[in-house]
C-alpha cells in the first residue's frame, strides 16, 4: 500500500511538472508572439490601422442585420454586404478600389447575362431548362476562365472575372429554383454596392494608404540606397576590400524587391488623383527607374564581388591614375542620384543632376583614356594593375547606369510636370557633401549637356 | 428637292461607310483575338484543359439545385457549393488542395467560434446581443487581419485567415435574426466540404497539373539554358563579340522568372505523393537552386555586357593563354550542368558533374595562375591584355557560381534520395560532345573531389 500511494505521489508530481512546463512553453511562446507582432506593427503603424479600419467596416455594414427595418427590406442578402466587405478591403486605396470596381461591374454584368439566359432557358420548359442552364453556365465558366490565362486580363480584371462566373452561374441556376430571379438579384447587386461604398470611404477618409505614394517613396529610397553606396565607395580607398562597411548593407535590399514595384503599379493605376499626383501620373515610368535601379544594384554586387575575391596593392601609380578617378566617378554619381531623389520627393526638375552625371561621365571618359594609353602601361606592377583596371571597369558600368536612371527620372519630370527648381548656386551643394576629400571637380557649363 | 435626296443619299452612304468600316473593324478585333487565344492554348495546353475542368465542376455541384430532393435538403445553401468550385478550383492541384483545406477548415473552426459568440451574445437579452456581436466581430476582425500580415502566415495560410473573418462575422451576425444558426452552419459547412471535395477530385483525376513536377522541370529547364549558354560560349572564339549569336538568348529568361518558382513551392508543399515525388520532397531546396541559377544568369549578363562593350583583339599569346582556357572552362561547367540537368530530370545521383566540375575548376586555377605570373605579362600588349584579363575574370564568377549550383543538386539528390545513376564510362561522354574542339581533358580521379 505505501508503495501504491508513493507511485501515485510520483505520478502526480510528474503531471504537475508536465503541466508546469507546458505553461511555461505556452507563456514563452506567447511572449515571442507579442514581441513579433508589436515588432510587426512598429515596422509600418498602418498595419495596425488597416485592422482598425476592417473592423470598422464590417461592423458598420452589420447594421444591415441589426436595424429591423432594414433587415426586413434586405433579408438574408444583407450577407453580401459582410462578404464584400471582407473580400474587397485592402491595404491600399488602389487595390480597395480595383477589386471594388472589379466586384460591382462583374456583378452588374454577368447577374444581368445571368437573367437573360434564365428567361432564355425557361422557353424550354421543365425538362429543357437545367440542360440548356447547364450548357450556358458551362461555356461562360470555360470562356472566362481561359481569359484569365491573358496578361493584360489578369493583370487588371482577374477577381472580376472570377465573380462574373460566380454570379452567373448563381443567377442562372437559382432561376430554377426559385423564380423571383430579378427581386433576388437586385437586392444583392444593392447590399454589394453598399459593401464597395463603405469600404471605399472608410480606404480614403481615414489615413488611407495609397498604392501610387508608397511606388514613388519607394522609387526615391532604392535610389537614395545606391547614392548611399556609391557616396560611401567614392569616400574611401575605394580599390581596397569593402566587407565590414556600414554602406554596402543598402543596396542590397533591393536586389530581393523585384515584383513589389510592379503589385505597387497595379494598384496605383486605379487611384484617383491624390496629394500631389493627377488621375493619370505616368506610374508605368516608375516601373522602368525600378528596373534600372534594380540592374544597376546587381552590378554594384557585381563590384562588390570582385573587390572581395582580389587583394588589391594600391601603388603610388595606381593611387594616382585610378583610385582617384574611380572615387571621383563614384562620389559624382553618388550626388547625381542624391539630387534625383530629393527632386523626386519635392516634385521638382532635377537640373543640377545633369551637372554630376556630366562630372562623372567625364572622370569616366579619363579612366578609359588612361586604361588604354600605352604610357600607363609602362614600367608598372601589372599583377596589381589587371584587378585594379577591372574594378574601374566594372565601376563605368555602374556609372553608366545611373545616367540611365537619370534619363529615366528626367522623362518622368517631364511626363508628370514636376516644378521648375529653385536654381541653387553649384558652390554651395559642393561645400556640402563630404569636404575631407580632396577630389577635384570637372564642372562643365549646363549649355554643354 | 433635288439637293436635299443627294444629301440624304450623301448621308446614307456615308453611314453606310461607317458601318461597314466597324464591322471590319470588328472582324478583324475577333481575328486577332482568336489568334491570340489559339496562341495561348498552344503555349500550354492544360490552360484549355483547365477550363474545361472547372466548367465541369460547376456543372457537377448545379445539381444540387437541379435534382429536387437535394434542393429539399440544402435549399438556398446550395449557392455555397458553387461559391467553393468557382473560388477554389485552382490550376495546379497544390493550389487548389490549399485553397480547399483552408476554406473548409477555416469555416469550420470560425463557425464554431461564432456559434459559440452567438450563444454568449444571446445571454445579454435583446438590447446587450447587438453590442456584444459587433465587438466580438471587431476585435476577431482586427487580430486575423493583422495576422495576415504575418509573412509564414501569409504564405500558408491567407486565404484562410480571410474565410475565417467572414464565417465568424456570418455566423455570429446572423444569428440575430436567425436563431437556427446551428442548421444554418450545418448545411454551409457540408455543401462548402461538397464543392472542395468535387475540386479535389477533377482536379486529380483529369489530366493533373501538379506544382511540384512544374517546378522540377522549370529548375532543370533553367539549368538547362545556362548549359546551353556555356556550351556555346566554350565553342566559339569567346573573348569576340557575341551579338548575333543564338545561344545568348536563352539565359535571358531566368532573369526575368523570379517569383514564379515561389509560387509554384507554396503550391507544391501542399501536394501529396506523386508521380517519382514523395509527400515529403525536398521542395525548399528547388527555392535554394533556382536563387543559384538566377545569381548565375546575372552574371552571365556581366560578362556579355563587358564582351559587347570591349572590342578585344586577339593576339596569338591571348589566345593561347587565355582564350583556350576560358572555353574549356565554360566548355567543361556547361557539360557539368548539362549532367546536372538529365540527373535531375532522371531522379539520379549526379556523379559525373563532379568531374566536369573539377575540370572546369582546374582550368579556372591555371588561368588565375597565368594571370599572376609575371612572366606572363612581360613583352605583352597590354592594352588587348586587360579587357580579355576581365573577360576571363568574369568567366571565372560564373564558373565558381555553376560549382555552387552543383553542390546545391547534390544536396538535393541526396535528400530526395535519387537513385544512384548508372556509371557511363567518360570516354564516351567525351566524344560525344563538341568533337571539334581541342581542348585538353584534365581528369582528375573521383577519390580527390
Chains 1, 2 share one sequence.
Not at 87 to 97: D, H
Not at 314 to 332: D, H, L, R, Y
Not at 347 to 357: C, D, H, K, N
Not at 398 to 424: M, N, R
Request: glycine letters at 6%.
Amino acid at each position: 500500500m505505501e508503495m501504491g500511494s508513493d507511485e501515485k505521489v510520483g505520478l502526480m508530481r510528474k503531471g504537475f511538472e508536465w503541466v508546469k512546463k507546458w505553461v511555461k512553453g505556452l507563456v514563452a511562446k506567447l511572449v515571442e508572439v507579442r514581441s513579433k507582432a508589436i515588432a510587426l506593427g512598429k515596422d509600418d503603424p498602418r498595419r495596425v490601422i488597416h485592422s482598425l479600419k476592417l473592423g470598422l467596416a464590417l461592423t458598420i455594414v452589420s447594421i444591415l442585420y441589426y436595424y429591423n427595418p432594414l433587415y426586413a427590406n434586405f433579408g438574408v442578402s444583407a450577407m453580401w454586404a459582410v462578404m464584400t466587405v471582407v473580400v474587397v478591403f485592402e491595404f491600399s486605396v488602389g487595390a480597395t478600389l480595383r477589386k471594388g470596381l472589379n466586384r460591382t461591374f462583374a456583378t452588374l454584368f454577368a447577374g444581368a447575362l445571368g437573367a437573360g439566359a434564365h428567361y432564355l432557358a425557361a422557353l424550354s420548359g421543365h425538362v429543357g431548362q437545367p440542360i440548356i442552364t447547364s450548357i450556358f453556365v458551362f461555356l461562360l465558366a470555360c470562356i472566362l476562365t481561359f481569359m484569365r490565362f491573358v496578361p493584360s486580363i489578369k493583370a487588371k480584371y482577374d477577381y472580376g472575372m472570377m465573380i462574373g462566373i460566380l454570379t452567373f452561374a448563381l443567377v442562372s441556376i437559382s432561376g430554377i429554383q426559385d423564380d423571383e430571379v430579378v427581386l433576388l438579384f437586385e437586392k444583392r447587386i444593392s447590399t454589394i454596392f453598399l459593401g464597395v461604398c463603405v469600404c471605399v470611404l472608410i480606404s480614403i477618409s481615414i489615413s488611407p494608404v495609397w498604392a501610387g505614394q508608397d511606388l514613388h517613396n519607394r522609387i526615391a529610397l532604392n535610389i537614395e540606397n545606391l547614392a548611399i553606396f556609391l557616396e560611401g565607395y567614392g569616400s574611401v580607398e575605394c580599390l581596397k576590400s569593402l566587407q565590414d562597411e556600414q554602406f554596402t548593407q543598402e543596396y542590397k535590399s533591393i536586389l530581393k524587391s523585384s515584383g513589389i514595384e510592379e503589385t505597387l503599379y497595379n494598384s496605383a493605376r486605379w487611384e484617383p488623383g491624390h496629394g500631389c499626383f493627377q488621375f493619370r501620373h505616368p506610374w508605368n515610368q516608375y516601373l522602368k527607374i525600378g528596373a534600372l535601379t534594380s540592374q544597376c544594384a546587381f552590378r554594384i554586387d557585381a563590384l562588390c564581388r570582385n573587390l572581395s575575391s582580389s587583394n588589391i596593392q594600391v601603388s603610388q601609380k595606381i593611387q594616382t591614375e585610378i583610385q582617384e578617378t574611380c572615387m571621383e566617378m563614384s562620389m559624382e554619381s553618388g550626388k547625381a542620384l542624391r539630387q534625383l531623389v530629393s527632386s523626386i520627393r519635392e516634385l521638382t526638375q532635377p537640373t543640377q543632376a545633369q551637372i554630376y552625371t556630366q562630372n562623372s561621365k567625364s572622370a569616366a571618359k579619363r579612366l578609359k583614356t588612361s586604361l588604354r594609353s600605352s604610357h600607363f602601361w609602362e614600367d608598372c606592377d601589372f599583377l596589381t594593375l589587371v584587378p585594379a583596371a577591372t574594378v574601374g571597369l566594372l565601376l563605368i558600368d555602374v556609372v553608366e547606369c545611373t545616367e540611365k536612371i537619370s534619363e529615366a527620372v528626367q522623362e518622368l519630370a517631364s511626363l508628370a510636370h514636376f516644378k521648375s527648381g529653385k536654381a541653387e548656386p553649384m558652390q554651395i551643394e559642393k561645400e556640402k557633401v563630404q569636404p575631407n576629400i580632396g577630389v577635384s571637380f570637372v564642372t562643365i557649363p549646363i549649355s554643354s549637356v
